[in-house]
């Protein structure tokens, strides 16, 4: 036996013979010394000796060539070779377990174009022992650039080749991390990635391409950092199966697609804020958060009805969209109507805050409000509740699982939230209660006195109030990203200088109008037309009243998160649309319940 088949038998001894013969005629053509000679061993031509490296390449011991254990692609990122149990040469030949760039790999190593040693591929070439081609299958050993990667890639002991692959966690150039990491169109391998490949574990994905609605994101992929979100808000109509307190049919089995909507559980469904046991098993909803001041369907449909009905601006409407509770005035706007007022449209000029409130012309006046009623029991015929994210709860909370707070409804275990901003940040923590919820007036670094000791609009405006605006917001966390930033930003924008929609209007006007029909799509609620007039563009403040607007009205602000009244089909009073027959109820992720 000749002293390379000694070698081949020492150093592969697992290979069959036939192969241990390539590989000892391999190794017998090598620059490396294993005590043979001691010429060899002072002067590796550009390789590496037992644990040596060249450029690029990784070893166990001293280096040669200018190589070293940590330098030019040791443990880190080297340019060029790739390394093995040795160390690789720069166009010259491998050392056992190193790579030439060029030339022919040893054992385990592979090359760019060359021929395979044991254990080696090409590009393009067979594979040998444990190597893979371009393309080709996973093995043991390495892998070059667009083949299928081994167990630990092209680099062995964390040394990487420049946009090869890397050890144990290292990047490549333009390729995936370490450990997870696959090669450029190839298979996963536990080591690195060549030059192009995909993440593997721990890899940076592109937020704005993975498919999933981030945090900061307005939908799947789009808004925030990520490119404008085309925002769609005409969906089917609003569940028959949802929105009856009971339904005839269901029972004798005359109406099977609600005994299947409703999973066989029953003709009726569930609010959230009852506290009705006899209901659990049954479906739960909830109010939309589409529905909100500021949502991305209210922004959105302002803008289409300014295009539809000839207001300036669309892109900045004279109007912004809201939903709010209010109790029938028969006497005043509501004159004509019984009942309640579902699904009534009002156009609403804002007059003035209350007396701890920053007073215009210190504080601007923010735009008039479209109100579409969509609850009762909300304050009286005088006022208009808003619905607006952490708008204070009132009687009941269907939004978190508070303990602090006696009304929260907890017979169902749903809650729209998982995270709810502190009660202690504010002046008192029953504010968030019943004091308007996260409201600048609520905060004290949001309030000051001007010199002549009336309420100042500096503070409001301050960054420092803003910021803290923004980080309570902020706290508002859902199990949907949907329902967690379209609550945050109206939680934020309602508190905004110059929309400070969130705080109680008195001294307002207002006036019945037909619902503007963008609107009616947001809301699910739709009424033919009542021979009412439309939303004046031009009456902007009190003082453009024309007469035909009634004062002495004001607005208040919730979130409750219960389904409002007007979702229940059997609480309307007055001819809708067959379809859009009632508002939007909303599963507890936030989704519309529709018809289809």
């Known amino acids: 036996m000749t002293p390379r088949d000694i070698l081949a038998d020492r150093f592969v001894p697992w290979a069959p013979r036939a192969w241990r013969h390539v590989a000892a005629v391999v190794l017998g053509m090598t620059a490396v010394s294993f005590g043979c000679s001691s010429d060899q061993a002072e002067n590796p031509s550009g390789g590496g000796a037992l644990g040596g490296a060249g450029p690029g390449g990784a070893g166990l011991g001293d280096p040669s060539s200018g190589g070293s254990s940590t330098s030019s692609g040791g443990d880190g990122d080297g340019s060029g070779g790739a390394s093995g149990l040795g160390g690789a040469a720069t166009g010259g030949l491998a050392a056992l377990g190193g790579a030439?760039?060029?030339?022919?790999?040893?054992?385990?190593?592979?090359?760019?174009?060359?021929?395979?040693?044991?254990?080696?591929?090409?590009?393009?070439?067979?594979?040998?022992?444990?190597?893979?081609?371009?393309?080709?299958?996973?093995?043991?050993?390495?892998?070059?650039?667009?083949?299928?990667?081994?167990?630990?890639?092209?680099s062995e002991l964390g040394g990487a080749t420049s946009g090869g692959a890397t050890g144990s966690g290292g990047a490549t150039s333009g390729g995936g991390p370490g450990l997870g990491g696959s090669t450029s169109g190839g298979a996963p391998n536990l080591g690195g990635a060549t030059s192009g490949g995909s993440a593997g574990t721990g890899g940076v994905v592109d937020p704005c391409t993975n498919g999933v609605q981030d945090a900061g994101e307005e939908g799947v992929d789009c808004g925030g950092s990520c490119s404008p979100c085309e925002v769609v808000y005409r969906i089917g109509p609003p569940s028959p199966c949802h929105d009856d307190t009971y339904i005839e049919d269901c029972a004798n089995g005359t109406s099977p697609s609600c005994s299947?909507?409703?999973?066989?559980?029953?003709?009726?469904?569930?609010?959230?804020?009852?506290?009705?046991t006899s209901k659990i098993g049954l479906p739960v909803t909830h109010a939309c958060p589409r529905h909100m001041l500021f949502s991305p369907e209210m922004v959105q449909a302002a803008k289409d009805d300014a295009v539809t009905y000839g207001w300036p601006n669309p892109d900045d409407p004279p109007f912004?969209?809201?939903?709010?509770?209010?109790?029938?005035?028969?006497?005043?706007?509501?004159?004509?109507?019984?009942?309640?007022?579902?699904?009534?449209c009002y156009q609403l000029v804002l007059g003035t805050p209350l007396d701890n409130a920053p007073q215009p012309p210190r504080i601007p006046v923010p735009k008039p409000l479209i109100v579409q009623t969509f609850n009762t029991a909300a304050g009286g015929p005088m006022s208009f509740d808003l619905f607006m994210a952490v708008g204070g709860y009132g009687a009941f909370n269907g939004c978190y699982n508070d303990p602090n707070f006696q009304n929260t409804a907890t017979t169902y275990g749903e809650f729209a939230y998982t995270g709810f901003p502190d009660p202690n940040a504010l002046t008192q923590p029953n504010m968030l209660y019943y004091e308007g919820g996260l409201r600048y007036l609520n905060l004290e670094v949001c309030n000051s006195l001007g010199d002549d000791y009336q309420p100042s609009a500096d503070a409001v405006q301050s960054a420092e109030c803003q910021d803290r605006i923004e980080e309570l917001?902020?706290?508002?966390?859902?199990?949907?990203?949907?329902?967690?930033?379209?609550?945050?930003?109206?939680?934020?924008?309602?508190?905004?200088?110059?929309?400070?929609?969130?705080?109680?209007?008195?001294?307002?006007?207002?006036?019945?109008?037909?619902?503007p029909e963008a609107f009616t799509r947001v809301t699910g609620c739709k009424i033919p037309n009542q021979g009412l007039p439309s939303a004046d563009p031009d009456v902007r403040t009190v003082g453009d009243n024309d007469g035909s607007f009634l004062t002495g009205y004001g607005t208040t602000t919730m979130q409750d998160c219960c389904k409002p009244t007007c979702a229940w089909h059997d609480n309307i009073n007055v001819t809708t649309d067959p379809e859009f027959r009632s508002f939007y109820s909303c599963d507890v992720m936030g989704e519309p319940i529709t018809a289809y």
């Open 100 to 154: 030439t760039s060029g030339g022919a790999p040893g054992l385990g190593g592979s090359t760019s174009g060359g021929a395979p040693g044991l254990g080696g591929a090409t590009s393009g070439g067979e594979p040998g022992l444990g190597g893979s081609t371009s393309g080709g299958a996973p093995n043991l050993g390495g892998a070059i650039s667009g083949g299928s990667a081994g167990l630990g890639g092209v």
């Open 260 to 276: 299947a909507a409703l999973g066989g559980s029953g003709c009726t469904v569930a609010n959230v804020c009852e506290a009705d």
């Open 320 to 344: 912004t969209y809201a939903v709010a509770g209010h109790d029938i005035d028969t006497g005043g706007v509501d004159s004509g109507l019984t009942g309640n007022s579902c699904c009534q």
């Open 473 to 515: 917001c902020n706290q508002i966390e859902s199990p949907s990203a949907m329902v967690t930033n379209t609550s945050r930003a109206s939680c934020i924008e309602g508190n905004r200088y110059e929309s400070l929609y969130h705080q109680n209007w008195r001294d307002s006007i207002v006036k019945r109008i037909e619902c």
